[in-house]
């Protein structure tokens, strides 16, 4: 069984999830994700080794097409939801930190 | 009117696509009003667009080549289904004002077929929560009673139906989005078979469990609706590439109310302790209704549905926080930059954490752990297998009967905020439909009538094998032909509030 969730694996959670958790979030989620959590767990045990994974309720095959040439979307229409565009091109913040 | 009474008089030639479409968008206008207002089942009404799509509906009716039986009967969509030139949203706020560059393809079907698009309908953020009380664009009201939830994540398509704001509607069910809400309401919901309905341009929130399906007032209208948006979708690796069963016939020879040589389970497993007397006193007559048409019930056990909740909310978190990733504020959406020079992993975060709502933090975190190194195989990998042992249930039990039926959902609709501060009570919502979602199999909630205690809409669950999905509209359209009977007309004509709300 693993160990109870705390309040400090949500906020590294939150980290490798890419969201700015702040105190209040932490102090009003970590609790929730314990029981949830807790909740969860009487799946422990419930299949034996034997059984194997469903992944997908269908089994998945490759789809493929012709090679050929097809419209797709213009610059324009790529951009058209950009936060920031420059240039026909995605502008995005500095991608490499200080240390780098 | 029903949709198909609608599509007859457009036939006939009584009444006009555009004469349709704004008398939807004046009900539209007068009762969806906003959160605090009115039912709010809109987030986006087209009017313009919906009556240019109508104008040429009619051109084409004058011109004798309609495109198909229900060209020019008008349509809402929920706001998950990206629609070109129209904003989707998914009820976020990190995807406010996005306006897709493309259709989904049930959208293009819909396009083709000449029905106009009346707007995008409410929904739980990112299709997370089963009250529509998740979005962050403010809850939709159930049209039976104001203050009490539409059901969700679908709450918007479903309220839209049932307050006759739109005759259709398209929805989506992930763990019974469509059949919960359904349920609530006294609509008609289907889940179609897993792969039966493109999933392309929906946006995903678990792909292995998503499915586009119709909300309506009748399971002919569904039928009707299910056949034109159902099909292979090459755009859509996970579509099956199999003819759709004749679901209109089937709806068809349901509604003569005679079930003769059916056999039909009731899953032991869901009903009993915990379920509103309400509910399952609606339930055991609908099941005695069967038996007077002629199906033979026996009871049947399937014994890992009690672990279906626990695996669901291990794998849709897992499946969602992988899918909602692609929020990062990079090429589209909402971007947040804190002060001073900040990185990409900054502005990122900041966003992420601004743009969307408790419920989608939770379970992005939730999923986040559940994949993670050390609990993997214990939470995730468990799930899994659960996910087979719950299709070997379904495959067992297919062995004996030809459908499960089961209440939709284990209580009536519930007040606004009664849950929201107590997710695992809320999850508990949906614990009838999601073992349907596990194993891929189609199912559909018709009306069962009113719950004694509190007066609300009860909803009667049908399951089918896959790919048999006639078998639902069958089944569905015999018990609605019988109750309908019992009631003199549409269980929606006896809705309380609708009254106050048509004034």
């Known amino acids: 069984m693993p160990e109870p969730i705390s309040r400090d694996d949500v906020a590294h959670l939150a980290d490798l999830a890419r969201i700015d958790l702040d105190d209040a979030e932490l102090d009003h989620l970590a609790p929730q994700l314990a029981v949830i959590l807790e909740s969860v767990a009487s799946i422990q045990g419930v299949a034996d080794d034997d059984v194997p994974p469903t992944s997908h309720p269908v089994p998945l095959t490759n789809v493929f097409r012709e090679d050929v040439v097809v419209p797709g979307l213009t610059a324009e229409q790529?951009?058209?939801?950009?936060?920031?565009?420059?240039?026909?091109?995605?502008s995005v913040p500095r991608i490499l930190g200080d240390e780098q | 009117?029903?949709?198909?009474?609608?599509?007859?008089?457009?036939?006939?030639?009584?009444?006009?696509?555009?004469?349709?479409?704004?008398?939807?968008?004046?009900?539209?206008?007068?009762?969806?009003?906003?959160?605090?207002?009115?039912?709010?089942?809109?987030?986006?009404?087209?009017?313009?667009?919906?009556?240019?799509?109508?104008?040429?509906?009619?051109?084409?009716?004058?011109?004798?080549?309609?495109?198909?039986?229900?060209?020019?009967?008008?349509?809402?969509?929920?706001?998950?289904?990206?629609?070109s030139g129209l904003p989707?949203?998914?009820?976020?706020?990190?995807?406010?004002?996005?306006?897709?560059?493309?259709?989904?393809?049930?959208?293009?079907?819909?396009?083709?077929?000449?029905?106009?698009?009346?707007?995008?309908?409410?929904?739980?953020?990112?299709?997370?929560?089963?009250?529509?009380?998740?979005?962050?664009?403010?809850?939709?009201?159930?049209?039976?009673?104001?203050?009490?939830?539409?059901?969700?994540?679908?709450?918007g398509s479903a309220a839209a139906v049932a307050a006759y704001e739109a005759p259709l509607a398209i929805g989506t069910d992930t763990g019974g989005s469509i059949r919960q809400p359904g349920a609530v309401t006294g609509t008609v919901g289907v889940k179609p078979t897993y792969g039966g309905v493109s999933r392309y341009g929906l946006v995903a929130l678990a792909n292995s469990l998503d499915q586009a399906g119709p909300v309506t007032r009748t399971v002919l209208d569904a039928a009707l609706l299910h056949e034109l948006i159902g099909g292979h979708d090459p755009l859509d690796s996970t579509s099956v590439d199999q003819p759709v069963p004749a679901l209109v016939a089937a709806a068809r020879e349901g509604a003569s109310g005679d079930l003769t040589g059916l056999k039909v389970g009731v899953i032991a497993e869901l009903?009993?302790?915990?379920?509103?007397?309400?509910?399952?006193?609606?339930?055991?007559?609908?099941?005695?209704?069967?038996?007077?048409?002629?199906?033979?019930?026996?009871?049947?056990?399937?014994?890992?549905?009690?672990?279906?909740?626990?695996?669901?909310?291990?794998?849709?978190?897992?499946?969602?926080?992988?899918?909602?990733?692609?929020?990062?504020?990079?090429?589209?959406?909402?971007?947040?930059?804190?002060?001073?020079?900040?990185?990409?992993?900054?502005?990122?975060?900041?966003?992420?954490?601004?743009?969307?709502?408790?419920?989608?933090?939770?379970?992005?975190?939730?999923?986040?752990?559940?994949?993670?190194?050390?609990?993997?195989?214990?939470?995730?990998?468990?799930?899994?297998?659960?996910?087979?042992?719950?299709?070997?249930?379904?495959?067992?039990?297919?062995?004996?009967?030809?459908?499960?039926?089961?209440?939709?959902?284990?209580?009536?609709?519930?007040?606004?905020?009664?849950?929201?501060?107590?997710?695992?009570?809320m999850y508990l919502n949906d614990l009838a439909t999601i073992p349907a979602n596990l194993a891929g199999v189609p199912g559909i909630s018709v009306p069962a009538g009113l719950a004694d205690e509190d007066g609300l809409p009860v909803g009667v669950q049908v399951l089918a094998p896959a790919l048999a999905d006639d078998r639902c509209y069958r089944v569905g359209a015999a018990l609605e032909t019988i109750l309908t009977d019992k009631w003199g007309g549409q269980l929606l004509e006896q809705a309380p509030a609708l009254e106050g709300l048509s004034a």
């Not at chain 2, 998914?90 to 049930?106: F, M, N, R």
């Not at chain 2, 509910?279 to 049947?300: C, I, N, P, W």
């Not at chain 2, 849709?316 to 959406?333: Q, T, W």
């Open chain 2, 271 to 425: 009903s009993g302790d915990g379920w509103q007397p309400g509910v399952m006193t609606r339930f055991q007559e609908s099941v005695d209704l069967l038996v007077k048409a002629g199906a033979e019930v026996v009871e049947v056990s399937c014994p890992t549905f009690v672990h279906a909740l626990a695996a669901y909310y291990l794998i849709l978190p897992a499946e969602a926080s992988s899918n909602l990733a692609k929020f990062d504020a990079m090429r589209y959406g909402l971007r947040v930059v804190p002060e001073g020079d900040p990185s990409a992993e900054e502005v990122m975060k900041a966003t992420r954490d601004a743009g969307f709502g408790d419920e989608v933090k939770r379970r992005i975190i939730l999923g986040t752990y559940a994949l993670s190194s050390g609990y993997y195989d214990a939470y995730y990998g468990q799930a899994q297998k659960v996910r087979t042992l719950i299709s070997r249930d379904f495959a067992a039990a297919y062995e004996q009967v030809d459908v499960l039926v089961s209440p939709t959902a284990p209580t009536t609709a519930f007040e606004l905020g009664e849950k929201l501060d107590d997710p695992l009570a």
């Open chain 1, 78 to 90: 790529a951009l058209a939801g950009a936060p920031a565009s420059d240039e026909q091109r995605f």
């Open chain 2, 88 to 155: 989707t949203t998914c009820g976020s706020k990190i995807l406010e004002g996005w306006v897709p560059p493309y259709d989904a393809t049930v959208v293009r079907r819909l396009k083709e077929a000449g029905l106009p698009i009346l707007g995008k309908t409410n929904m739980d953020e990112f299709a997370m929560g089963s009250s529509t009380e998740h979005s962050a664009y403010g809850p939709t009201r159930n049209p039976w009673d104001l203050g009490r939830i539409p059901g969700g994540s679908g709450g």
């Open chain 2, 1 to 83: 009117m029903t949709a198909a009474e609608q599509a007859e008089s457009l036939a006939a030639g009584e009444t006009t696509s555009v004469e349709l479409t704004q008398a939807h968008l004046d009900r539209i206008a007068a009762v969806d009003g906003t959160a605090e207002s009115g039912v709010h089942a809109f987030l986006h009404v087209d009017a313009e667009g919906a009556l240019e799509q109508a104008a040429a509906s009619d051109a084409r009716r004058a011109a004798g080549s309609p495109a198909h039986a229900l060209d020019g009967v008008p349509i809402a969509v929920k706001d998950v289904l990206a629609t």
